[in-house]
């Protein structure tokens, strides 16, 4: 058997689909080899990604299931619901995954911070993931800083989450699902998203989101 990485990947250039594979990388790195070419206008972003035993035939029965959305049979695109392909994806790796201490899977959560938070988020953050094992649950967050001749300076941190609550006692469980956990931290109040991972939004801005949710001001 084969270990490896079954991700789920998504590009605002093709909306409405979604790409299903394997990689024995990291899906990050396959996301960001598989942007760099000319004919793709935007880069692909990992959504879902697990870390899984026997991954070819875990895909091989995925795409069976799929096959009826698959947009080319020479492809591993498909024509499906990003959340669905993450369930069904789940559904066939937790047998997998379920007694395995170095498993793990992520949620990438960037775009629904942006959608929060607008422009407050630090442009060098490239990544950020709701990152969950068995035994805990972390916020994992990537920044790029370029350093000229396509030089590139990558900082991944992973913070856990188990410090934080979301005020109503409720702490992040990796016993819960991840999909859970995600919805948990994403309607944390504004102030734990900021103490939550220092570089997360501009200095400034930080400052501001914090005072306005603890203390009521922007000063």
Same mark, same amino acid.
């Given at each position: ?22 990689? $024995?990388? $990291?899906?990050?790195?396959? /996301? ?31 795409? =069976?299931?799929?096959? #009826? ?28 995954? +379920?007694?395995?201490?170095? +498993? ?6 960037? #775009? ?6 607008? +422009? ?12 969950? =094992? ?42 819960? $699902? ?13 102030? =734990? ?12 801005? /930080? ?13």
């Amino acid at each position: 058997m084969s270990n490896g990485y079954l991700y789920v990947l998504i590009n605002e250039s093709m909306k409405g689909l979604i790409k299903i594979g394997i990689t $024995s990388i $990291s899906p990050t790195e396959r /996301a960001r080899n598989l942007s760099s070419s000319t004919a793709v206008p935007t880069p692909f972003k990992v959504a879902y990604e697990v870390f899984v035993e026997n991954c070819k035939e875990l895909e091989r029965k995925i795409h =069976t299931h799929l096959e #009826d959305f698959r947009v080319n049979q020479r492809r591993e695109f498909f024509n499906y619901p990003l959340n669905k392909a993450i369930e069904l994806v789940q559904s066939y790796s937790k047998k997998e995954t +379920s007694n395995k201490e170095d +498993s793990y899977e992520s949620i990438e959560i960037l #775009d629904d911070l942006k959608e929060k938070y607008s +422009s407050s988020i630090n442009k060098n953050v490239t990544s950020v993931k709701l990152y969950q =094992t068995k035994e805990r649950v972390s916020l994992e967050v990537t920044c790029d800083y370029k350093l000229g001749n396509d030089l590139l300076d990558q900082v991944i941190r992973r913070t856990d989450l188990g410090f934080i609550g979301n005020g109503n006692g409720k702490t992040f469980d990796p016993r819960d $699902s991840i999909q859970s956990n995600v919805e948990m931290f994403l309607n944390c109040s504004p102030a =734990t998203h900021v103490v939550s991972y220092s570089n997360l939004f501009t200095e400034e801005q /930080a400052e501001r989101i914090y005072n306005e949710d603890v203390f009521g001001y922007s000063e």
